[in-house]
């Protein structure tokens, strides 16, 4: 029975999906991914028709749109020119929120994809789904060697004791500032802030009159990201892992203190808030307007490149309390999955795909290509990636933050199967925060229970 509630509660949860991706989420790599154009892509191999023998067509969803969808194309027509027994069609589904309601509508058929790309908040529920195949079925068949991969990326999606996806796109926050602007506040350009104290201290030199001198984005994945500097639990039984969440803790200490912080430096007018857009404060930054800013690495080409020759942009650690001793950051982007409603044959070629993308020179050639991290440790010795570091030394920061981030259940990541309404719940209490509607803790207490109702109707509807 509860088999079938899970089931049948998936057209409800796809439905309310459409709403909260209606609602104006960021465009950003961590929680969405902008849902524009978008093409099919599917190579013949000649190859298998001068043999004779049909190889096995894959279909992949993703949800890489503009210069990320060519690179993913890329990917495939490269792999597709390799070899003659497997071809891969990508697919573009869409926002990371409308491919995953794609995929619950087509559950329970032969209608979806072999493989799929799904954001990291996607992950509770794929696995509470049994729609899919752990990766870690084929690692031990195969005797693939993880260790080659990046353990604090690999310890996002290890759940459970095993690994049931394969991270593909990944990246992290980070401070983006003005070099030049320092300079002339009398700020030391090769010492960025490093706590929300030194922060706020540095927005309040930065700023002119009526001019703040940083914008921060009404973004959940940050409020995330700053739990884990203090490391702190999202939610409750070791942040989801050593049991089913059942309490949201955004209501927490931790939590309270993010947002006094954040709304005493927006009501004394030294950083601004533009909205939900991560793209509206990169802009600001862009133009000289503001000179810090939070975003994802994988943003850092196109500020890099939107900036140009104005100013010098430099790169440092997610600022976090000075009273945070241990920590990190979180992993965000999306990772792979390979569907068990599909025959063996078509599985293990899914894996066979995977191995491909996850090989040094294609993680390279993706990382220089996107602007995300390698997930393979020795991509960073082929020369294309090299080049593309000296090209764009900024990028060290981010890897630095990675190996820097202390292992433990926050920095490991929350799981709960409502992610993504909970960011929704997430950012309206900080927009009533920003604009004076509510106190911190007030506005944190009531998203806290919100949140936690939400997982509380979803494990109801959960198969155990």
Partial sequence: MKRFRFKSMLLVMAALMVVIAGCGGNGNDAGSSAATGGTNTRSDNSASASSGKKPIHLTWWHSMSGANEKAINELVSDFNASQSDIEVEAVFQGSYDE?????????????????????????????????????????????????????????????????????????NPILYYNKDAFKAAGLDPENPPKTFEEFEAAA?????????????????????????SQN???????????????????????????LEWWKRMVDNGVVANLGRKTDDTDAAFAAGQVAMTLNSTAALRNIVGAVGDKFEVGTAFLPRPASAKEGGVIVGGASLYIMNNKSEEEQKAAWEFIKYVTSPAAQAKWSVNTGYFPITKAAYDEQVLKDNMAKYPQF???????????????????????????????EGAIEEVLNGQKPPKQAMEDAAKQITEKIKQYNATVQK
């Fill in 204 to 228: 309040t030199a930065l700023s002119k009159k009526g001019q703040p001198g940083a914008a921060i984005a009404v973004y959940a994945w940050l409020i995330e990201q700053w739990f884990a």
């Fill in 396 to 426: 060290q920061t981010a890897v630095d933050q990675l190996h820097a981030s202390t292992e433990s259940t926050a920095t490991s990541g929350a799981l709960m199967g409502v992610f993504p309404e909970a960011r929704q719940f997430v």
């Fill in 232 to 258: 702190a639990d999202y939610v409750n039984n070791g942040n989801g892992r050593e049991a089913d969440a059942t309490e949201s803790l955004l209501a927490s200490e931790a939590g309270v203190n993010i």
């Fill in 99 to 171: 491919s995953l309601n794609k995929l619950k509508a087509s559950m329970g058929s032969n209608s979806g994809p072999d493989l799929i790309q799904v954001y990291e908040i996607g992950s509770k529920f794929m696995i509470d789904s049994r729609e899919i195949t752990p990766v870690q079925k084929f690692i031990d068949e195969d005797g693939y060697d993880l260790s080659q991969l990046e353990p604090n990326i690999i310890r996002y999606y290890t759940i459970g004791g095993q690994l049931n996806a394969m991270p593909f796109n990944t990246s």
